[in-house]
């Protein structure tokens, strides 16, 4: 960080900035105590939550997603609650609902709220796209508004409040898609890969011996709370902004803007949540990293997550092989970062 630019940052944020990056380097190692790898994976979860935001994990079955999960919750001194989507899944059965209460002394009847199991800080929604399009919405309204209506009464959701779901992208029959209106609720769509060689066979002996170890907490939800404010004040020069602004505009294959090979691949571009939230989890991204600025290396880092499911690939690029991740690659080969102005 340059000189001019420390003495123009607030004491207590650049405190905050290297809080963060020790912490985030100890939730590393606690979370190594039982998740092997996948510390990309972590590291985005972390931005996402960083950013008061939500993520959709997609991998198949048997990677450790729900461990990984409910182990941050741990780390993060956070409650964490796990929800099967099921067919017969019902919006009542997340949100919660009204029965009848007899008052034991009075014999009086009244309606009394039961919270569902959103009410949590870190809910998992296990394969989200196996359940009802109406549960579907009932659980996105509730991810935007963080608040739910029952019986004409609105019920906040505790603070902090992540979702982090999770869609098998082997097996189709039977699920319901999530609309790409839906999909644009999610900040990141993270690709959960297989672990290479040396990281399947620590997993492999790991699982086969001894006990699990216990994870410390390292963060609380006020320390969230405080850091999600922080990130928000995080400064961001003009080319960084007009940088993830062209990266966003080439997609839109209507416009002038748009490049030959997004005009050849998509059917529909990103809209602007994909601009915005590049600048939000390009922000988080740095303080994890220890920097009080953005730069254009941080914007790139977080496009493929943020732009994979909020490009839609043609016929043609389906019948080419060529997938949102690919476009998105060579977006970012095409558009240079911008420099600073002097």
């Given at each position: ?232 004040r995080v400064p961001v020069a003009d080319h960084v902004f ?101």
């Open positions: 960080m340059s000189e001019e630019n420390q003495a123009n940052t607030p004491a207590d944020d650049l405190a905050a900035v290297e809080y963060l990056q020790n912490s985030c380097r100890l939730i590393r190692s606690e979370l190594s105590k039982v998740i092997v790898g996948q510390m990309d994976v972590v590291e985005q979860i972390l931005i996402a939550i960083l950013t008061r935001s939500h993520a959709l994990l997609v991998g198949v079955p048997g990677l450790a997603k729900t461990l990984m999960i409910s182990t941050l919750a741990d780390t993060l001194h956070l409650k964490f609650k796990r929800i099967q989507f099921t067919p017969d899944l019902m919006p009542s059965d997340i949100t919660g609902t009204e029965v009848i209460y007899q008052d034991p002394a009075t014999g009086e009847r009244q309606f009394r709220f039961l919270p569902g199991p959103i009410f949590t800080n870190i809910l998992l929604a296990d394969e989200i796209n196996r359940t009802p399009p109406k549960t579907q919405a009932a659980m996105l309204e509730a991810m935007q508004e963080r608040k739910i209506s029952v019986g004409g009464n609105d019920h906040k959701l505790p603070e902090p409040f992540f979702v982090l779901a999770t869609q098998n992208p082997i097996e189709q029959e039977g699920t319901y898609p999530l609309p790409e209106a839906q999909l644009d609720r999610f900040l990141f769509m993270i690709n959960v890969e297989y672990p290479t060689f040396e990281e399947e066979s620590a997993i492999m002996r790991r699982a086969t011996t001894g006990s699990m170890e216990r994870v410390s907490p390292v963060l609380t939800s006020d320390d969230i709370l405080k850091l999600q404010k922080i990130v928000r007009n940088y993830a602004e062209k990266i966003v505009r080439v997609t839109r294959v209507k416009t002038p803007e748009a490049t030959d090979f997004c005009k050849k691949w998509l059917s529909w571009g990103a809209g602007p949540r994909a601009s915005m939230n590049l600048i939000l989890a390009a922000k988080a991204r740095a303080m994890l990293n220890g920097q009080y600025y953005v730069s254009c290396e941080d914007v790139s880092a977080v496009a493929p997550p943020i732009l994979r499911h909020r490009i839609v690939p043609n016929f043609t690029a389906q019948s080419e092989g060529v997938t949102a991740d690919d476009i998105v690659r060579k977006i970012l080969e095409t558009i240079p970062p911008d420099e600073p102005v002097k």
